[in-house]
């Protein structure tokens, strides 16, 4: 974990690697859970049975959306922003999902700062690149380039 003290104080990571975090198990009941929230029910993803006959691996895949949503999770414990009053997601300038993440694998995240700039009202935006990778894989589950605010 990175900590600084006010959100200007991230320009110093600028070009810095965070992480890895911990490994995150992405298990079945997980996957089902985001499709029931999201309503995408497609086999590659919740049909098991299918999935053992038919998918080059014989499981599952996580949606790459749910991957994409464990990003805040795991980044909370990369860097830490003492003294602010709140913090805002402002979006995703790129997301590639470049390898699905079979149901049971692990994953965990790496974020380095590509850029920090002022906003008004004493805040700063972050542009990140965030690589979730998959344990015991070569090619990363996705990579994104994400924007976040922090206000002191």
């Known amino acids: 974990m ?10 110093s990571l600028v070009g810095q690697e965070l992480g890895p975090t ?4 992405v298990d079945q009941a997980t996957i089902d859970k985001f499709a029931e929230a999201t309503g995408d029910h497609q086999w590659i993803h919740v049909d098991v049975e299918r999935a053992r006959r ?5 499981k599952t ?21 003492e003294k602010r009053r709140h913090g805002l997601n402002y979006g ?22 590509v850029n920090v700039e002022d906003v008004e009202n004493g805040g700063v935006r972050i542009t990140s690149q965030m ?4 344990e015991g894989q070569d ?3 996705l990579i994104a380039e994400t924007l976040g605010v ?3």
Request: hydrophobic share 40%.
């Open 150 to 152: 922090q206000y002191a």
């Open 131 to 134: 690589t979730v990778e998959i």
């Open 92 to 113: 995703s300038n790129k997301v590639r999902f470049i390898n699905p993440v079979p149901s049971g694998a692990r994953v965990r995240l790496r974020q380095r700062i």
């Open 54 to 58: 038919d998918m080059p691996n014989g």
């Open 139 to 141: 090619r990363p589950a």
């Open 22 to 25: 911990e490994w995150v198990t």
């Open 61 to 81: 895949i996580a949606h790459g959306y749910l991957t994409l949503s464990l990003v805040p999770r795991l980044a909370q414990t990369l860097l830490r922003v």
């Open 2 to 11: 990175v900590t600084v003290q006010y959100p200007k104080d991230l320009k």
